[in-house]
């Protein structure tokens, strides 16, 4: 949410929770892009301590049978692991949130079922 409205849900405009988290301080952010990478997930897992949130990133790789006749294998190729605390991941759930709720407003529902995304 960019222009400070609060949205349908109730969360909190992007503004206010960043006042809320600073102590209400205003704090100019930089960016430095110099040690990006990119990667690109089809899959991911999940897991948690206590203390933590462990996010692994990587793709579903399909491999075939090696009798030929078997049933073929997916296997999770991880390529990336974000740890992060509670806090962040919340922040990151919403952010999420918001993201997809506005592309679905623009181009539609996303079904997750892959069977009714089929066309017959």
Same mark, same amino acid.
């Given at each position: 949410? &960019? =222009?400070?409205?609060?949205?349908? +849900?109730? @969360?909190?405009?992007?503004? /206010?929770? +960043?006042?809320?988290?600073?102590g209400? /301080? @205003? &704090?100019?952010l930089r960016m430095d892009e110099h040690n990006m990478s990119t990667s690109y997930a089809n899959a991911f897992r999940t897991?948690?301590? +206590?203390e933590e949130v462990l996010l692994d990133f990587? $793709? =579903?790789l399909v491999v075939p049978?090696?009798?030929?006749?078997g049933q073929p294998e997916i296997l999770f190729q991880v390529n990336d692991? %974000?740890?992060?605390?509670?806090?962040?991941?919340k922040r990151l759930a919403i952010t999420l949130s @918001? $993201? %997809?709720?506005?592309?679905?407003?623009?181009?539609?529902e996303l079904e997750m079922d892959v069977n009714k995304r089929r066309k017959t």
């Open positions: 949410m &960019v =222009n400070g409205s609060t949205d349908p +849900a109730g @969360q909190k405009p992007v503004e /206010q929770q +960043a006042r809320e988290q600073t209400q /301080q @205003q &704090v100019r897991n948690g301590t +206590a990587g $793709l =579903n049978s090696t009798q030929g006749q692991r %974000i740890v992060m605390n509670y806090y962040s991941a @918001q $993201l %997809i709720r506005r592309h679905e407003e623009q181009f539609g």
